[in-house]
């Protein structure tokens, strides 16, 4: 009797220590997945800043010259 209680309490152990396994695999699975996503989207994100820096840098430089488009016509020429 001692050995079969012996024997199940070591199967529940094994049993428990594998699901805490797999619970830490899948775990860590989902950080790296998270990480990836923050990744990809902080590219995005400075992508998306950039092509905006890039708009304004033009729009910028249009004022400055004087070569702002407004309705196909030069900005001086509608004054």
Do not use: P, W, Y
């Not at 199967?11 to 619970?23: K, Y």
């Not at 990480?35 to 994100?45: P, R, S, T």
């Amino acid at each position: 009797m001692k050995n079969l209680i012996l024997f199940l309490a070591a199967i529940l152990a094994l049993s428990l220590n594998a699901c805490r396994e797999t619970t830490q695999e899948k775990t860590e699975e989902a950080v790296e997945a998270i990480g990836e996503d923050i990744e990809d989207n902080a590219e995005k994100a400075g992508e998306k800043i950039e092509e905006g820096a890039e708009k304004v840098k033009k729009e910028i430089d249009e004022e400055i010259h004087e070569t702002d488009d407004l309705n196909n016509e030069e900005a001086n020429n509608q004054a």
